[in-house]
């Protein structure tokens, strides 16, 4: 899973933890979580109802004043129907030494940037681990050396990223999964180094008064596979992954104008072969606001409006289902003793009818525990197959998720 | 024309120190401001503090829930503070992360760690009125205490609790404050507060903050312990336990900024 160079990294992080450290602490939790889906599935083999169980320990120690630190963040999950999403990840083993004007991280991690809630496209350095979460916000460990330099025109962080981390895909019996599955074990690159092939990305981050920008830079194996259709080891049609090298340039935008957020991403890609074979250089981008009604009806809950507009160069050609799409979602917060939060969002397609429901709700019980109600509708899918989503068309589900902190 | 009451060695003190006889005549709105200047002079030098406090939160039935903090401020000359809080507990939200660099008169700048999604919010800060962490605290209560924030008036001098204290009547200057006046008792030797009551924007009393247990650190700041805060209208109480203060530590402006928030434990 890990190729050598990261290895190298994992064991030289590892040497660095001082023989006499504080003994540190341990957070994480458990969790247990059951999908009900509205209807049967597409594919005879897929699933109904489902199980599943997941662990997220964390062990984190410093030293040195609080200078330097080691954090180690492993994942696992056991699922009753799909074998691919029962699976174990690193999120994290990193170590991490901070300097007045640098920061030095090296190890396995997870790294954010972007400011737009409808899709991340800026955000790029981790893969996406697709059997967590399909809207893609979970996401690998990424084997980096990284370098941030900080001064008073803000930072700049400098990445080296040795080994590729393969985007994971629901199995056979898996539901929300493309159809014919995607089988990760063919899985092609343009590199001849596939897996092995180092990346490199940098990003300098400001802030200017109430604006917040980001500049970046990747230029690596992409994130985002493109499929052929081919056979699994049984013969049944499977769809091969193709990791394409590409070069990508990011800018995001925040002004923060009073209860408005204004949120603006923009990317351009070379080297990504679209869905009609040809490789040519494309703009994607996500704009759109956040606006906050403060302490609404009198109580202390503040209900926000978010719309964003996704647009993608390429049209249908698009590896995204999101290529000409409107946002609009609603965030509820209750500033409670509890947390509770609910966001209803809709992404409606321009070209069609098909519109994507997303809830996402939570609320902490007693101090320990917390639950997530989520789910999904996928609606007015067309069943043809250019439809991206045509293979979760029948996959709308709601999923009820118990977690125990520690 | 209220300070006759003063005697000649009084006069003959402001006469030797060249200060205006006027200063005699002060209205209660000089009065006012003055106290605040003064503790606000006397606040003042204790360039970077640390702290934990735990946070008790009951609602109308007396049901608890608790939350763990940790802070660190950054004292800003002719500025409001810079700060970073880290919460501990409740576990669920355990590192997440709040940076806020405060200001008198516009709002401040203010970042959030989401340590599940490492990511780092801006957020907007208009609002310094809205509750902090469900409490019945809000931003505004908790964000350090500049002169320019409030008009002054000083209403009476009288004794709470054992200890004299001016009354003071303060007025908000910041247009999104969540009150419209607050009326402060501070104490008379420790220029801190014993008790604020605070008027909502309906000018009804909203609820009453006491503070108890100051203990002076560094031979000149005065800290409380505790920090009691009762809602009248909704009957919920917040509670604030201080403890571990620390001064000059040693912290610098590269302690407040985003790349420490990522790193906050």
Known sequence: ?????????????????????????????????????????????????????????????????????????????????????????????????????????????????????????????????????????????????????????????????????????????????????????????????????????????????????????????????????????????????????IEQWGFDLQATLGDWLWKFEVINRSGQVDRSGQDKSYTALTAGFEYTFIGIADSNADLGVISEVLYDERGDDALTPFADDILLASRLTLNDEQSTEFLLGMIFDSDDAARLLTLESSRRFGENWKITLEGQAFIDIPNVNTELLVGVRRDSYLQLEIARYF | MHNFSLNIKHIGLFALLGLPLLAMAETPEEKGLAIAIEADKRDTGWQDQTASLEMVLRNRHGQESKRNIRTKTLEVDGDGDKSLSIFDSPRDIKGTAFLSYTHALVPDEQWLYLPALKRVKRISSNNKSGPFMGSEFSYEDLSSQEVEKYSYKYLRTEEIDGREAFVIERKPAYKYSGYTRLTTWMDTEMYQPLKIEFYDRKKALLKTLTYSGYQQYEGQFWRPTNMSVVNHLTKKSTDLHWKDYRFKTGLTSRDFDRNSLKRAR
Not at chain 1, 51 to 73: C, K, L
Not at chain 1, 99 to 114: H, N, P, Q, Y
């Open chain 1, 1 to 245: 899973m890990f190729t050598r160079a990261s290895l190298s990294i994992l064991s030289a992080a590892l040497f660095c933890i001082p023989a006499f450290s504080d003994a540190g602490e341990w957070s994480g939790y458990v969790s247990g979580e059951f999908r009900a889906f509205a209807n049967s599935p597409t594919d005879a083999r897929q699933h109904d109802n489902n199980i599943s169980f997941s662990a997220q320990p964390e062990y984190y120690t410093d030293w040195d004043n609080g200078r330097q630190s080691i954090t180690v963040v492993p994942f696992v999950r056991w699922d009753e129907n799909d074998s691919e999403r029962s699976h174990a990840d690193i999120r994290e083993l990193t170590w991490l030494k901070a300097a007045d004007s640098w920061e030095l991280r090296a190890g396995i991690r997870k790294v954010f940037w972007g400011v737009t809630e409808s899709q991340h496209l800026v955000d790029i350095i981790n893969q996406t681990d697709l059997v967590e979460a399909t809207d893609g916000e979970e996401k690998l460990g990424q084997p980096m050396v990284n370098l941030a330099l900080i001064s008073d025109w803000g930072t700049v962080d400098l990445f080296v990223l040795p080994g590729f981390r393969e985007r994971t895909f629901p199995g056979e019996k898996g539901r929300l999964r493309s159809s014919p599955r995607v089988d990760t074990s063919q899985a092609i690159y343009e590199s001849d180094d596939e897996e092995q092939h180092i990346d490199y990305a940098a990003r300098w981050t400001h802030y200017l008064g109430d604006w917040d920008i980001g500049l970046s830079y990747f230029n690596g194996t992409s994130r985002d596979p493109r499929f052929a259709l081919g056979q699994d080891n049984k013969g049944q049609p499977a769809l091969i992954p193709i990791y394409d090298l």
